[in-house]
């Protein structure tokens, strides 16, 4: 029997769930907020760009198809300008940014079942851009394949963390009723091949392009120059 998500979500979730949900996501906010100001590996163009690549980010994810129901989606690379940022920022920096781009998506199109699928759909599996962060040192690749590798390091992390909270939903009988509990694990692993490596193939497509072009390392380098104070400009001026 087909379930609506919806209805199952409104019957699963309690209030005490929702609540919890609500209290990370402030105090996640409340702590990347103060890791942004007050640390100092942290420069005026890293917290810019940040801000540039996640609105970018954000705004790709909704031009998006849904050849599955209750989540699953193939959006227009729109992971790409945050993993860009990951690799010209590093890991720990570009896990940050993948943290807050989960909770973007979380913000904007909610699906949880209990506080665990919450941290695995939003917290975990965005965090995973951070990986991207460690493409630059894939020895003497070139470029394209560094991006490459690196982009489906991701999509590996996020696929398996994305297949645990689906085996969660369908353990449960979250969409499909009197699922046996065995095959939760399969359907949850054909849910998420129906989609994420889609999505996947067309960010690695798009770095390849960006690296075969020259444009990604134009990206890199004015994401890398830092503007001159003006008092130092009106000095040289003088």
Same mark, same amino acid.
């Given at each position: 029997m087909l379930l609506s998500l919806s209805a199952v979500v409104s019957e699963k979730t309690t209030d005490i769930v929702t609540w919890i949900s609500i209290g990370v996501i402030a105090a996640l906010v409340v702590v990347l907020v103060l890791i942004s100001i007050f640390s100092k590996k942290y420069t005026s163009n890293d917290i810019a760009y940040a801000g540039v690549c996640l609105a970018a980010s954000f705004a790709l994810s909704f031009i998006k198809v849904s050849p599955v129901q209750y989540g699953g989606s193939i959006t227009l690379a729109s992971f790409v300008p945050v993993l860009i940022y990951s690799y010209k920022a590093g890991?720990?920096?570009?896990?940050?940014?993948?943290?807050?781009?989960?909770?973007?998506?979380?913000?904007?199109?909610?699906?949880?079942?209990?506080? +665990?699928?919450?941290? #695995?759909? *939003?917290?975990?599996? !965005?965090?995973?851009?951070? @990986?991207? &962060? =460690?493409?630059?040192?894939?020895?003497?690749?070139?470029?394209?394949?560094?991006?490459? +590798?690196?982009?489906? #390091?991701? *999509?590996?992390?996020? !696929?398996?963390?994305?297949? @645990?909270? &689906? =085996?969660?939903?369908?353990?449960?009988?979250?969409?499909?009723?009197?699922?046996?509990?065995?095959?939760?694990?399969?359907?949850?692993?054909?849910?998420?091949?129906?989609?994420?490596?889609?999505?996947c193939a067309i960010c690695v497509a798009l770095f390849v392009v960006l690296a075969k072009s020259g444009t990604f390392d134009k990206l890199i380098s004015m994401m890398n120059k830092k503007v001159a104070p003006a008092q130092n400009e009106q000095t040289t001026r003088q």
């Open positions: 890991a720990v920096k570009g896990t940050v940014a993948g943290i807050i781009f989960g909770l973007f998506n979380f913000i904007s199109d909610p699906f949880i079942l209990t506080p +665990l699928t919450f941290f #695995l759909d *939003y917290i975990l599996a !965005f965090a995973s851009i951070g @990986l991207m &962060g =460690f493409a630059s040192k894939f020895g003497r690749l070139p470029l394209a394949a560094k991006l490459s +590798l690196g982009c489906v #390091l991701v *999509y590996a992390a996020r !696929f398996i963390f994305h297949l @645990l909270s &689906g =085996f969660i939903y369908f353990a449960e009988d979250s969409i499909w009723a009197n699922i046996p509990t065995p095959n939760a694990f399969v359907y949850s692993f054909i849910y998420q091949c129906v989609y994420l490596p889609a999505d």
